[in-house]
């Protein structure tokens, strides 16, 4: 059965840097998401994608945040500055259509 | 805005028996979806069932079923015969016509054998 893959499945980072998170979608999926989970608390909206733009972008998705579709496959996530509070689960999810969101198995970023 | 509480921050149940996880939401929408997603100690976030907005009828799937009350914003899951398995948090998630996904603060269910 298809599934949405992340890579990686942690990444540990100083704050300041810059850190991309890689998430293949499902290949006939056409809109892509960001959420994040900081530990402990409910799962946040980021950033939705379609058709090669954001559709919408939550408060959270400030300036720090880019996101990018670099070939038929891959949707990243780029965070430019690092900072302590970054530090999250961060899930991606794809949908076909009207339908069902398939998430990620998530990426867990430590920000040190 | 659309909003999503789960009232119960914690539940347990002994193995076998049935429990219901309660989530409310707030919107002025008419057509959406709902979902309740599981979120074992992985942390990967697993579909669990979903339901229509437009849809009378409650959503099962298998040991899984819901109450939707659209009239009363009401979307409560019932898991019946427990597993161990089932140990995990549960998430209520709304998300209207071609749009994101929001999220209730979650219920952490306790299976006990």
């Known amino acids: ?112 | 805005a659309q909003t999503v509480t789960q009232s119960q921050p914690e539940m347990s149940v002994q193995e076998a028996e049935t429990v219901t996880l309660s989530c409310t939401y707030d919107t002025s929408e008419n057509n959406y979806y709902l979902f309740w997603y599981k979120q074992p100690p992985s942390r990967q976030m697993i579909l669990v069932i979903r339901q229509e907005a437009y849809k009378q009828q409650n959503a099962t799937e298998n040991r899984f079923s819901v109450n939707f009350q659209k009239a009363a914003k009401s979307f409560s899951l019932k898991i019946s015969d427990s597993q161990l398995g089932d140990t995990a948090m549960y998430f209520c998630a709304f998300m209207k016509h071609s749009n994101d996904m929001r999220f209730g603060a979650g219920t952490r269910l306790t299976v006990k054998p």
């Open chain 1, 1 to 112: 059965e298809p599934e949405v893959t992340q890579t990686p499945s942690h990444q540990v980072t100083q704050m300041g840097q810059e850190v991309i998170l890689r998430c293949v979608p499902i290949s006939n999926h056409l809109y892509f998401y960001w959420y994040r989970q900081i530990l402990g608390q409910k799962v946040e909206f980021l950033v939705s994608f379609y058709n090669n733009e954001i559709s919408e972008k939550s408060e959270i998705f400030d300036d720090q945040f880019s996101v990018e579709r670099p070939d038929g496959s891959n949707f990243t996530l780029k965070i430019r500055s690092t900072k302590l509070e970054d530090s999250a689960m961060y899930f991606c999810a794809s949908r076909e259509g009207m339908d069902t969101q398939y998430f990620g198995p998530g990426t867990r970023l430590t920000v040190l």
